[in-house]
């Protein structure tokens, strides 16, 4: 059973940044698709990137293209999201994830494994 836990979440000002971090329990992730989805208040979970068990391949939601960057270090069994000039609208819980399945990318349902999510808070 993978274990997955979540941090570096917090609260911060709009336009700035925090970088999470995700640690994996099993060295089995390292074969597999991993990504981030969040879920705000009254809303539904939703994609936020995902990257190849490689990491030479990502994919990022519309809404975060060219403000978030996934990447991960397999060595280290880590997978991490460095999140730039934050919005209000980034507000959510986020999660890290892990797909087995290696297709569907932004897919939940795709996804096995979920950390317990960590918050993150911006203010305007």
């Known amino acids: 059973q993978v274990q997955l836990v979540e941090s570096g979440g917090g609260l911060v000002q709009a336009g700035g940044s925090l970088r999470l971090s995700c640690a994996a329990s099993?060295?089995?992730?390292?074969?597999?698709?991993m990504g981030w989805f969040r879920q705000a208040p009254g809303k539904e979970r939703e994609f936020v990137a995902a990257?190849?068990?490689?990491?030479?391949?990502?994919y990022n939601a519309d809404s975060v293209k060219g403000r978030f960057t996934i990447s991960r270090d397999n060595a280290k069994k880590m997978l991490y999201l460095e999140m730039n000039n934050l919005e209000p609208e980034d507000t959510a819980v986020y999660y890290c994830?892990?797909?087995?399945?290696?297709?569907?990318?932004?897919?939940?349902?795709?996804?096995?494994?979920w950390g317990q999510g960590t918050q993150v808070t911006v203010s305007s």
């Open positions: 990257i190849s068990w490689s990491g030479g391949s990502t």
């Open positions: 099993e060295r089995t992730v390292s074969a597999y698709v």
């Open positions: 994830a892990v797909n087995p399945t290696n297709v569907g990318w932004a897919d939940p349902q795709r996804y096995a494994y």
